[in-house]
């Protein structure tokens, strides 16, 4: 199934297709859940120090920003496409390096933080592939 791609745009860079504009608002989507969620998941005695809670509410910041940005200005999106691969790749790892557990356990924080990495890293893979085929395509016409 080939992806259909909008005319390119004055920086000469592709316009997204429906593909990419799906893979961008649900980027959008997790991040606003990460900034959200640790109210909801009651994360405040997550870790010593700079806990579970704000690192959560700003890494969701940054992808949030990062999935507005791709939706707002698509012909731009690609230099927020490298920041995706770092916060989903820190979520990951952030339970260990900030000792989530240490102390108070903290499951649901370690959980939703590792979800929610592999998602971000998931969708930028998605992410990059779409992107690739539809410029290939825009260059085979």
């Given at each position: 199934m080939r992806t259909r791609t909008l005319p390119r745009t004055s920086h000469g860079v592709a316009a997204p297709s429906l593909a990419l504009a799906v893979v961008n608002a649900l980027t959008f989507l997790t991040g606003l859940?990460?900034?959200?969620?640790?109210?909801?998941?009651?994360q405040e005695l997550s870790g010593g120090g700079f806990n579970g809670f704000w690192n959560d509410v700003l890494v969701g910041a940054v992808v949030l920003l990062c999935g507005a940005a791709q939706l707002v200005a698509p012909s731009s999106a690609h230099r927020w496409r490298p920041v995706l691969p770092i916060a989903g790749t820190w979520l990951i790892v952030a339970p260990?390096?900030?000792?989530?557990?240490?102390?108070?356990?903290?499951?649901?924080?370690t959980t939703g933080d590792v979800a929610a990495?592999?998602?971000?890293?998931?969708?930028?893979v998605i992410g990059v592939t779409v992107l690739g085929r539809a410029l290939r395509a825009r260059d085979e016409r």
């Open positions: 859940w990460l900034a959200l969620s640790p109210s909801q998941l009651d260990i390096v900030l000792g989530y557990n240490h102390g108070t356990p903290a499951p649901a924080t990495g592999a998602v971000i890293l998931a969708l930028w």
